[in-house]
């Protein structure tokens, strides 16, 4: 009965988080997120970002069961209820040659997932991720029109945007044989995406910058209205070299699914007050609402290769790429590349048996990241460059269930300073809490 209400509570915890996720904003302040559909979240666990954000190959870890969303075939490998919920954090440098640099820090839920036994070798795989996030606030300053070379007055262009969307999925992984799994996610996207700019004059009086008189400025907010179903598959394939020793072969995709999506489309003319801040708008000179379109993604492939030593090692390798060039918003194609992605990662466990040296049984991470990311920007190709560093702390294990805590750090780059561009420097710390325990065992009395 207290495995049955457990069950029920973190079930609760769930539906407030989807809850939570649903009325997110953004917590990116990225430039970049501005294009395509925002900053596509990697939808890994903080283990598996500790590693360099491997996954595709990797199933149990450190002899612990994982809920690795990136390849649903590994929820065939998965013998105990799992439950993972974590934290995330964002802090960020924004660098542009002649301007002074910016920092920005942001912090969200990242996930809550789970995942049942059914069978030996199978498992069910429910949750809620992030998919993707959009959050940038800048401006440009004009001066004069170039037309009248006496005019003085300031134009003041401002871009900005939140949103993001989020990712409800269901999965089932199975084992067929000793050696193969397969699996599947169907996945719910939904979320809003908004986009505003405004063009605003001002004067410059003895170095005060103030409103112009009389002079109506204009703004433009576009919003979409996303949702709509994708789906994921995934094979892996393991060859025993021993009873401790496997190497696997791994294979993920993602098919590229159309979403619906609600836009509307308004251009407002207004004043700004004597302090510079908005005024109530004047009219709208465009209102063009609910006008329905569709997304199409991107297909995705992902291969990976791994080798464990059970309770000792874990290394391997990811390589991702996905045809963003094919986006479309609205049966325009968004003029994007399509992206490739490098992993390299794994972890050591000195002793996972010892009882007296913890410190032995925590799980040590490394990794890199490669990214040609999907974005050109002012003829220049944005990569990201990253490192990554974790650690697994397993905490004393209570009437055969199992806790670990897995906190991992991504410190990389994105963007240059060639060519106006701007470069991003980054910190994301990643806090996952893993439960693994026996909910619905059938007990006998003899």
């Known amino acids: 009965m207290i495995k049955y209400t457990r069950f029920f509570i973190t079930l609760l915890l769930a539906v407030s988080s989807f809850a939570a996720f649903a009325q997110s904003t953004a917590t990116t302040s990225s430039p970049y997120s501005r294009y395509g559909i925002g900053d596509i979240d990697p939808q890994l666990m903080p283990q598996n970002i500790g590693m360099g954000g491997i996954g595709v190959a990797t199933n149990r870890i450190s002899m612990f069961n994982n809920i690795n969303i990136v390849n649903p075939a590994s929820y065939g490998a998965i013998n105990l209820t799992t439950i993972d919920i974590g934290i995330y954090s964002n802090f960020l440098t924004l660098s542009q040659t002649g301007s002074a640099s910016q920092k920005n820090s942001n912090f969200r839920l990242s996930h809550v997932a789970f995942a049942i036994p059914v069978t030996k070798r199978s498992a069910l795989s429910f949750g809620l991720v992030p998919y993707s996030e959009r959050g940038y606030n800048y401006k440009t300053t004009v001066k004069g029109n170039g037309a009248i070379p006496a005019d ?3 134009t003041n262009y401002t871009y900005s945007g939140d949103g993001g969307l989020s990712k409800a999925y269901l999965g089932y992984g199975f084992g067929i044989g000793k050696h193969l799994l397969i699996g599947a996610n169907v996945s719910y996207i939904f979320g809003t995406l908004k986009d505003i700019s ?4 001002n004067s410059n009086i003895n170095g005060t910058i103030v409103p112009l008189p009389g002079t109506i400025n204009s703004k433009i907010e576009s919003s979409n209205s996303i949702a709509g179903l994708n789906y994921d598959y995934g094979v892996q394939y393991s060859v025993d070299f021993s009873d401790s ?5 791994g294979y993920s995709g993602s098919l590229n699914s159309k979403l619906n999506s609600t836009s509307s489309f308004i251009v407002s003319q207004y004043f700004n007050d004597a302090s510079g801040n908005e005024d109530i708008p004047l009219d709208s000179v465009i209102n063009k609402q609910s006008s329905k379109t569709k997304i199409k993604l991107p297909l995705t492939n992902r291969f990976g290769i791994s080798f464990q030593s059970d ?8 390589y991702t790429m996905s045809k963003w060039s094919q986006l479309s918003i609205g049966g325009v194609n968004q003029g994007l590349q399509d992206s490739r992605t490098f992993n390299i990662g794994g972890q050591y466990t000195p002793n996972i048996a010892t009882i007296r040296n913890y410190l032995a ?8 990241i490669y990214d040609e990311t ?3 920007v002012n003829n220049t190709r944005i990569k990201r460059y990253a490192l990554t560093a974790g650690i697994g702390m397993p905490l004393r294990p209570n009437n055969g269930s199992f806790y670990k805590i897995n906190l991992s750090a991504e410190v990389g780059r994105r963007g240059s300073l060639v060519n106006g561009l701007v470069r991003e420097n980054y910190v994301n710390i990643h806090l996952g809490f893993t439960l693994n325990d026996k909910w619905f065992q059938k007990y006998k009395f003899d």
Do not use: W
């Open 245 to 249: 020793k496997h190497l696997t072969f």
């Open 198 to 201: 405004t063009t605003e004059i």
């Open 311 to 318: 309770g000792k090692f874990l290394v391997g390798a990811d």
């Open 152 to 154: 003085t007055n300031l």
């Open 361 to 368: 049984s925590v799980d040590y991470r490394l990794g890199a």
């Open 374 to 376: 999907y974005m050109v």
